[in-house]
């Protein structure tokens, strides 16, 4: 049978763990040495085009479509999939190039409204309470979630080395935990920007309830509008992710336009440690519009700036970590998930989270924090990191 034989050849090497495949026939093969660390079961042939045309789309539409099964932990067999390097991930032969998505305004809008706006009770159950959706910093190993996103949130602030009155940008403030938190810690007159109805929603909520009218404000509008004002910081946290590479110049040129003369930016986002590149299944499902940048890539971006890089700081098993703990929450979660989600959600979410965890884990994307200033003479920021710690 021609789909037997394509389907062997294709899974054989696939992974660097042994794993169990059940094929539709009922038959089972074990592939790699030992007792099988996860089994895959095939309810129904994925037809040979459609994993031609891109096989991660089609295996993660299987999986939603329950036309696949796995037994035992997605992270692990994915993770094992990105550290073989004979496995579909890096066939260029079952790769479709994706088409240049182009981020207008109006369709950058649309995109964060696709996943940004599905309701802030579902990010409740399975977030901390700070409401954050970015990599928590774990600066003791037996930190809880909450405690790392505040860790993270000082973590950023702090390399900025803040004065009390003066003035911050966040880009992309979600639900404004780190605006809020410079506004009533480090006395700093905050604005945030969002394009999520929820997230402006309930960060105006937050600042009438901490009494913080006269020093926060937040705007629901594209980075993009913002002409003609300037800060002396600016934050951006998983922002860049969703300009699109065509956008990533002006990006970097408008958080330099946002500073004040002297000024500094801590951009915090993922990237790659090698080409940028986008992922058909989470472009079509999860993040529509998205792109993961190269780090020379933005490196290059921001040079051609007037912006200089103070400091880089790599915080990809920060990420791996957040990524695990949100997809435990997410599963301890499910019976009141259920009650507004259906199962292909469900499923198509717990693979997302996975995935993440797995991606990080292995490499193939980092989550890193740039420190930039602004200016000639630059900021007069301390000689070494010591500042970022007491």
């Known amino acids: 049978m021609l789909e037997k034989t394509f389907y062997k050849q294709f899974l054989k090497n696939s992974f660097n763990i042994p794993v169990m495949v059940t094929y539709w026939d009922g038959k089972s093969e074990t592939y790699g040495e030992g007792l099988p660390k996860v089994q895959i079961k095939f309810n129904e042939i994925i037809p040979i085009k459609e994993l031609a045309n891109n096989a991660s789309l089609a295996l993660g539409e299987a999986y939603m479509d ?18 073989s390097k004979n496995s579909f991930f890096y066939n260029k032969k079952l790769k479709k190039f994706l ?54 949130v000082h973590h950023i602030i702090k390399k900025l080395d803040p004065k009390p009155g003066k003035t911050l940008l966040d880009v992309g403030c979600g639900w404004g935990t780190l605006m809020l938190t410079a506004a009533k810690e480090y006395g700093l007159k905050v604005t945030g920007i969002t394009l999520s109805q929820e997230q402006f929603d309930y960060v105006n909520k937050q600042i009438e309830e901490l009494g913080l009218q006269d020093s926060a404000e937040v705007i629901l509008t594209d980075y993009r509008e913002m002409e003609g004002r300037k800060w002396d910081y600016v934050t951006s946290v998983g922002m860049f992710e969703h300009v699109g590479k065509d956008n990533l110049a002006g990006y970097f040129e408008d958080i330099s336009e946002f500073l004040n003369d002297n000024g500094s930016a801590l951009i915090h986002g993922i990237t790659r440690q090698g080409e940028g590149a986008s992922n058909a299944w989470l472009d079509k499902y999860i993040f529509p519009g998205g792109y993961i940048p190269g780090l020379e ?23 791996q970590k957040t990524t695990e703990i949100w997809d435990k929450n997410f599963n301890d979660q ?50 070494t990191r010591d500042y970022i710690y007491k």
């Open 66 to 83: 329950k036309k696949l099964e796995i037994e035992g932990s997605i992270e692990e067999l994915i993770l094992a999939a990105y550290n």
């Open 334 to 383: 499910l019976l009141e998930i259920k009650k507004t989600k259906d199962e292909r959600f469900i499923r198509m979410f717990d693979l997302y989270l996975q995935a993440c965890a797995a991606s990080f884990a292995s490499g193939n994307i980092d989550v890193i924090q740039f420190l930039l200033t602004k200016g000639p003479s630059s900021v007069d920021l301390p000689m």
């Open 297 to 319: 890539e933005n490196i290059q971006n921001i040079l051609n700036t007037d912006l200089q890089i103070s400091d880089i700081e790599t915080l990809r098993r920060h990420y």
């Open 99 to 152: 088409p240049n998505k182009k981020h207008s305004e109006k369709e950058n809008q649309e995109y964060i409204h696709s996943h940004y706006d599905i309701g802030n009770d579902f990010y409740k159950l399975w977030l901390d309470k700070t409401m954050t959706y970015s990599c928590a910093y774990f600066e003791n190993d037996d930190d809880d979630l909450e405690t790392a996103q505040i860790n993270k």
